[in-house]
């Protein structure tokens, strides 16, 4: 029984359900004999093929797994850069509620910190009316452990080319030069290219927040369980086209 659930579940949930619908259109023109029985099905097998985490990985892997957990961990700082706040909704401390991917990265500074005794740069500002990350960020990480005089915010940027370009600020004020970068491991390569356009000859990339994994994940991962991955690694690809435009070296 657990198995046939495993098996039945995502074709009666959204968005595995589209796939069922597709199919049952396509049985449906097979038994009236009439309209295109082959163009749902396509439709229906082109929508299991995009929703299923085998096929994700495939296109996150290149990203998540380029830069290894750093084996040298010396540098002048931890950077977290940004996740986002649940708007309206409040952790148990009261403080505004931090997004999964916004925590994860917080809690893989958190526990540099103790492995390094570094300070901590929490960097993210907010947009579209939404609360700035950056003092929810720290008011995190001083719950966790992290003394406050050891954290840093940066509460101005909006954006990765943001964050690389105002955290250089802090540093430059600091006379610091070696970054240890916190982030989602898929949003990496995007934020190297960012934090080396801001002027940092040496970055220590830190990746954390894992959507794939590195190998074959059994049979479960070819049922359709939804887009966020596939989302995430256009939003990423994209996002590194984008950047080598927009993210261009500033003087000074």
């Known amino acids: 029984m657990f198995l046939l659930k495993k098996l039945i579940t995502p074709f009666v949930l959204p968005p595995g359900l589209l796939v069922t619908a597709c199919f049952a259109a396509a049985a449906w023109c097979l038994y009236k004999r009439r309209g295109r029985p082959a163009?749902?099905?396509?439709?229906?097998l082109v929508l299991w093929v995009l929703m299923t985490p085998a096929f994700h990985a495939l296109l996150l892997r290149p990203l998540e797994y380029r830069?290894?957990?750093?084996?040298?961990?010396?540098?002048?700082?931890?950077?977290?850069?940004g996740g986002g706040l649940v708007p309206g909704?409040?952790?148990?401390?009261?403080?505004?509620?931090?997004?999964k991917e916004?925590?994860?990265?917080?809690?893989?500074?958190?526990?540099?910190?103790?492995?390094?005794?570094?300070?901590v740069v929490v960097s993210g500002g907010?947009?579209?009316?939404?609360?700035?990350?950056?003092?929810?960020?720290?008011?995190?990480?001083?719950?966790?452990?992290?003394?406050?005089?050891?954290?840093?915010?940066?509460d101005s940027s909006a954006d990765t080319c943001g964050n690389a370009f105002f955290v250089a600020e802090v540093f430059r004020d600091r006379e610091w030069t070696?970054?240890?970068?916190?982030?989602?491991?898929?949003?990496l390569p995007r934020t190297?290219?960012?934090f080396k356009a801001a002027g940092f000859a040496a970055v220590t990339p830190v990746p954390c927040g894992y959507l794939s994994s590195p190998?074959?994940?059994?049979?479960?991962?070819?049922?359709?369980?939804?887009?966020?991955?596939?989302?995430?690694a256009l939003h990423e690809h994209l996002g590194r086209l984008w950047y080598r435009a927009a993210c261009a070296p500033r003087p000074g």
């Open 215 to 232: 190998g074959w994940r059994g049979w479960t991962s070819l049922l359709p369980q939804g887009g966020d991955g596939l989302k995430a």
């Open 67 to 81: 830069y290894p957990q750093p084996r040298d961990l010396s540098g002048d700082a931890i950077v977290v850069l």
């Open 126 to 154: 907010g947009f579209f009316g939404g609360g700035s990350w950056a003092p929810a960020a720290a008011r995190a990480l001083a719950d966790a452990g992290v003394p406050e005089y050891r954290i840093i915010t940066e």
């Open 178 to 187: 070696r970054p240890l970068v916190v982030t989602s491991a898929r949003h």
């Open 89 to 99: 909704a409040s952790d148990p401390g009261g403080g505004p509620a931090l997004d």
């Open 102 to 119: 916004g925590a994860a990265r917080l809690l893989a500074a958190a526990r540099l910190h103790r492995q390094t005794g570094l300070p």
């Open 192 to 194: 190297v290219r960012a």
């Open 39 to 44: 163009l749902w099905a396509g439709a229906g």
